[in-house]
């Protein structure tokens, strides 16, 4: 299968720090990528939609000042936590579609706010 | 075991015993699904899918079968083994616009047991 890796794979942060996460596709041109957010022992959390060179699609109860997402290009779109709290920690994990149905998953990055 | 509430449900085999996960999915409008394996701190990852017009589907000791009548979809592993361990995920593909998404289920925790 296709290769999708992320970058940090774990990352702690001050609160009121921003922090960015970064989501390729290495093998395959990305028309779409999907950010999702879990919680321990927790299902996946679609947060928002991404397609190459134009704005995501956030879900609803996701803000997009808080998660702001670039997906500058057909491999690369980033996930950047602004002025992040305690209550961001969690498992955020991006994915990457070329076209056909099936998504390829990151390895997830593990962000702790202290 | 079903997915149901709020609690991950566990199914605990013995090794090399079968294992059969199920999962209720929720649009019948959904037209291709999807099994993922999640091991602990990690991405989720594929291990089958099925289409609508298919009722069972066989993947290497896997197999994957549909009911459209009661939207029912289950994951039979054949001889299970200590590192089929993790939380599996069934996962819907519904159409919201021009932007295909997945719809998860709550995950069921697969334990193997030496």
């Known amino acids: 299968g296709a290769v999708v890796s992320q970058h940090p794979s774990r990352v702690i942060c001050k609160s009121g720090t921003s922090v960015k996460i970064e989501c390729r596709s290495l093998?395959?041109?990305?028309?779409?990528m999907f950010w999702y957010r879990q919680f321990p022992k927790k299902s996946l959390m679609l947060m928002a939609t991404?397609?190459?060179?134009?704005?995501?699609?956030?879900e609803q109860g996701v803000e997009k000042d808080k998660f702001l997402i670039n997906h500058a290009s057909l491999t690369l779109s980033t996930l950047t936590v602004t002025s992040a709290h305690p209550e961001d920690s969690s498992f955020y994990i991006c994915?990457?579609?070329?076209?056909?149905?099936?998504?390829?998953f990151g390895p997830g990055t593990r962000l702790t706010v202290l | 075991g079903e997915s149901v509430g709020l609690h991950l449900p566990t199914l605990s085999v013995q090794e090399g015993d079968n294992s059969i996960i199920n999962c209720a999915y929720s649009?019948?409008?959904?037209?291709?699904f999807i099994w993922y394996k999640q091991e602990s701190g990690k991405g989720p990852q594929f291990i089958i899918d099925?289409?609508?017009n298919m009722d069972k589907r066989q993947g290497q000791r896997v197999t994957v079968l549909l009911n459209k009548t009661v939207k029912h979809l289950s994951l039979q592993i054949a001889a299970t083994q200590p590192g089929d361990s993790a939380v599996y995920f069934c996962?819907?593909?519904?159409?919201?616009?021009?932007?295909?998404?997945?719809?998860w289920g709550l995950g069921t925790s697969l334990a193997v047991n030496p």
């Open positions: 994915s990457a579609r070329g076209g056909e149905r099936e998504q390829f």
């Open positions: 093998d395959f041109q990305a028309t779409t």
């Open positions: 991404s397609n190459e060179g134009s704005k995501a699609t956030y």
């Open positions: 649009n019948s409008a959904s037209d291709y």
């Open positions: 099925i289409r609508s």
């Open positions: 996962a819907e593909n519904a159409d919201a616009g021009n932007n295909r998404k997945l719809i």
